[in-house]
């Protein structure tokens, strides 16, 4: 557990269990929020919850975060925030999820496009399958428009994590998630104010509760994606696939076909750390010695 590897992965799973708190609390809110005034509400949450530890850095890292790596994701952050909105509100968790865990597919071609990273052959294999069970859940019946929202949430996502290994390592961590929701408020104010509409207050305490998970997340995404090469840890993220379809059936009764639960099975098994190569090995070995 103490190589940089090892512990990346930890933390990219328990960043995809908040991320699924994040989504049943989104699919409770039923899209009774317009989708860019939520977006805003949220980030804006967002800035105010991270101001005081903002203005609690040193002077000299309070800026750190403020430039054009931390704009992009922003806008990449924005954009993801509304595809998800309307992915999760309109399909079953397990399928919206499903769209969204394309993104670490997309990580192992735009790791070696932009940070010129070479990926072993083991990790591609097992993306490649991962994309395979993507194609299961996702059979023509079972497509709906929302699914393109739910492929840009995770184009937003891919591009966004691999923005995150052109970060500087000394760059606080406060720093790059305040800049980066301030960065979000102008462009989603400008898109929210054509369908401003009047919400509740438990409206508010939902986006609250997003947004906590949602912060959550992106912290540990962070210091994820800074301890490892994005080839090595990208498959860590579809962890979060077996929690939202167990969320699913417990409390929206999502109850997955059977191949539903195959195409997750080619998802989730190649991401879990086994040495297949040395079992495969023993087995062989057993084989040859046993009378």
């Not at 708190?21 to 105010?48: A, C, M």
């Not at 403020?66 to 999760?88: E, N, P, T, V």
């Not at 932009?114 to 591609?124: A, D, F, Q």
Request: net charge positive; aromatic share 10%.
């Amino acid at each position: 557990m103490r190589s940089p590897v090892n512990q990346a992965i930890v933390l990219l799973v328990a960043a995809n269990l908040l991320a699924s708190f994040s989504d049943v609390s989104l699919k409770i809110l039923n899209g009774e929020v317009p989708t860019f005034q939520y977006v805003f509400i949220r980030q804006l949450l967002s800035v105010i919850m991270l101001l005081p530890f903002w203005l609690a850095l040193p002077r000299e890292k309070r800026h750190q975060g403020c430039c054009k790596i931390a704009f992009w994701r922003a806008q990449l952050i924005l954009m993801g925030s509304a595809c998800a909105m309307i992915a999760i509100t309109f399909l079953p968790l397990a399928t919206a999820n499903a769209m969204f865990y394309v993104g670490p597919l997309l990580m192992l071609p735009l790791s070696v496009l932009l940070l010129n990273e070479t990926p072993p052959r083991s990790k591609v294999i097992a993306t490649s399958i991962g994309f395979a069970g993507v194609l299961v859940v996702l059979r023509p019946e079972h497509f709906h428009w929302a699914a393109i929202a739910g492929l840009g949430s995770a184009l937003s996502m891919g591009l966004g994590n691999i923005l995150i290994r052109k970060l500087p390592q000394e760059q606080h961590l406060v720093s790059t998630l305040f800049w980066t929701g301030v960065m979000t408020l102008p462009l989603s104010l400008a898109l929210a104010v054509p369908q401003w509409a009047d919400i509740e207050w438990r409206h508010v305490g939902w986006i609250m509760a997003i947004n906590l998970f949602v912060l959550g997340y992106h912290a540990l995404v962070v210091i994820g994606y800074k301890k490892a090469a994005a080839g090595q840890i990208a498959l860590a993220e579809y962890s979060g696939l077996v929690f939202v379809t167990a969320f699913g059936v417990m409390w929206f009764d999502e109850i997955p076909d059977l191949l539903t639960l195959a195409g997750i099975l080619l998802i989730v098994v190649p991401m879990m750390p086994i040495n297949w190569k040395r079992l495969l090995k023993g087995k062989r070995s057993r084989a040859i010695t046993e009378p």
